[in-house]
């Protein structure tokens, strides 16, 4: 999951990208309205956090050039304007959620659990192929019944291959979704990651689910 951070705290910023990275996302921090419409708009991210005061316009301008630019991405905002009638104007202008500061990061994870949630099909809210499940609500896999624990990195890596079952991705697309745009280029650490997971998913089931294609990229399917 990638999530697009507009804050121009660096502190803030600074705090959400580590605790949203150790919890598998991948994030994209920038500290004005500008730099957050062009990262918004070309829609990579799957769910987006938006302080109210920023350079260059406040967030609920941001956010409405991007509805009316057909941008149906989640958005939540986080920022100290707490009251009633800034929270009503944040929801009318089409945010999905809106987080008052200082906040407790644990509300914030789940606030995106549901928003993300909201905007899948009830019937892939537990993702599976084949005796492979993973809920996102939960981060809980399993295969054949059996548990499987991944670190945050890998559950982030499996739930983007599952979420693409049957399509070749690329380490190139795989990389610009779980990791950074700092990372680009690095292509070699998806070896290394894919490596990890299949030493879980699939070394102990006979019938391996993650394939590689050489030159071109990897697939989760059945075969």
Do not use: C
Request: charged share 30%.
């Amino acid at each position: 999951m990638r999530v697009l951070v507009v804050e121009d705290d660096q502190s803030v910023g600074g705090y959400l990208r580590q605790g949203l990275e150790e919890h598998g996302y991948a994030v994209d921090l920038v500290p004005d309205a500008d730099q957050g419409f062009r990262f918004a708009a070309t829609g990579h991210h799957d769910v987006l956090i938006l302080d109210r005061m920023i350079p260059g316009g406040d967030g609920l301008d941001l956010l409405r050039r991007l509805r009316t630019k057909g941008l149906a991405t989640p958005v939540i905002f986080l920022t100290a304007r707490a009251a009633v009638g800034d929270r009503v104007e944040g929801l009318d202008a089409g945010a999905d959620d809106y987080l008052v500061k200082p906040f407790s990061f644990a509300e914030l994870l789940a606030r995106i659990r549901v928003v993300l949630r909201r905007g899948a099909e009830p019937a892939r809210q537990v993702l599976q192929v084949g005796d492979l499940r993973l809920d996102p609500a939960t981060r809980v896999v399993e295969r054949a019944g059996r548990r499987i624990d991944l670190s945050a990195k890998q559950f982030a890596l499996l739930d983007y291959l599952i979420r693409h079952a049957g399509q070749v991705v690329s380490r190139t697309m795989i990389l610009e979704h779980v990791w950074n745009f700092e990372f680009e280029g690095l292509t070699k650490v998806i070896d290394v990651h894919i490596n990890r997971l299949r030493n879980k998913v699939d070394r102990e089931f006979d019938r391996p689910l993650i394939h590689t294609l050489r030159g071109v990229g990897y697939v989760l399917r059945e075969e």
